[in-house]
DNA sequence: CAATGCATGTAATGAGTTACATGATTCC
DNA sequence: GGAATCATGTAACTCATTACATGCATTG
């Protein structure tokens, strides 16, 4: 079993969902094409880890919902207490900033303003996420038991990790701005 | 040619290296293991990118010191200026988060606590390498066009991607505590 | 009337990991 | 005496992306 296996059935776990919305909500944490998802689901339905209804619907392609099995819930909680591997970052623009120096500072600055929009953008839609949780759950986002927390930590990250990004790439555009300028 | 190519240009772009020194640099920005890095600087050889000299060690094995070459720069160079594809982040902890409550509180907390405590080691070596950099070049770290800008930036980034992910841990691990004491 | 959303699937290719292979030196 | 460091390489495999394939409904 791999790990986005375990991204599935951790998402299945909240809700059951069709791999169309997998293929969605997963991008917060593990992104995934549906070509990767549909098989894995196909499989994971051979092991006995899900189970799906077909639904038939007019106007829109049929879909299967998929539902996790107490099987896959055991084994997605054994997998939980296990220590997690490494995380995996590959992001072609911390390569560019490596070697930021190669070009001019017109450019040096289009690219980090333009990293800037990137993340203004999505904490404007993250904050919006998270407000709508606040006010359909209330305190419960902040019970560690409530079935509403793990998705909730896991924005208030994702939300961080952007406003974070905000503040590294201004901090390198003053040093771009001192050095053209001054 | 691929994202982990222009990794490995940009590497060398600051100074001629091994395949086994590139390995290990390039884990800051691009894990890749050393059966993908050997095949792809041969390609690279063969393309023109770049160059290498063989050197006989004695006690050591011999190995091949890598350049770049002015064609490889300007190809780089070009690349730099395209916008960045967006990151790609696999992080099974996230995963876990996600489903931390399918664990008891104990195992919630040894996983975020372990967390914290790989962060921060790598904090303590990042923090060494910052202040070895501003010791040796003064000021010129911060100058964006000195060859030892990027290296910099890059460094002060996952210093503070490391120090931040701690705080978001603490955080959680507070919720916890909170739910389960009181 | 073109693009986007809904919804699922397969095939081909590219990227990345694990395992196999070698061999001297140094450190514990 | 076993592990780690230096140093390079290939083979087998798994994982992930791109492309191919279909088709109706809605939105601009």
Redesign the interface.
């Given at each position: 079993m791999n790990?986005l296996g375990?991204?599935l059935l951790?998402?299945l776990?909240r809700k059951p969902c069709t791999g169309y919305e997998l293929t969605q909500l997963l991008e917060v944490?593990?992104?995934a094409k549906h070509s990767q998802i549909y098989p894995l689901l196909t499989k994971l339905e051979q092991e006995e880890y899900v189970t799906f209804v077909h639904v038939e619907q007019t106007g829109k392609p049929d879909k299967k919902i998929y539902s996790i099995t107490d099987k896959g819930?055991s084994l997605?909680?054994q997998?939980?207490?296990n220590?997690?591997?490494a995380?995996?970052?590959?992001?072609?623009?911390?390569?560019?900033?490596?070697?930021?120096?190669?070009?001019d500072?017109a450019?040096?600055k289009r690219?980090f303003e333009?990293?800037i929009q990137i993340h203004e953008k999505k904490i404007e839609y993250r904050k919006t996420e998270i407000e709508k949780m606040k006010q359909e759950f209330g305190d419960e986002t902040?019970?560690?038991?409530?079935?509403h927390?793990?998705?909730y930590?896991?924005f208030?990250?994702k939300l961080?990790?952007e406003e974070?990004e905000i503040?590294?790439c201004r901090?390198?555009m003053a040093?771009?701005l001192?050095?053209?300028v001054g």
């Open positions: 790990t375990y991204a951790g998402m776990v944490f593990w992104q819930k997605l909680q997998w939980i207490a220590s997690p591997s995380p995996v970052i590959r992001d072609e623009f911390l390569i560019k900033a490596y070697s930021i120096r190669l070009t500072v450019t040096a690219l333009e990293r902040e019970i560690a038991t409530s079935i927390f793990g998705r930590i896991l208030q990250r961080q990790l974070e503040k590294w901090w390198v040093l771009l001192k050095n053209s």
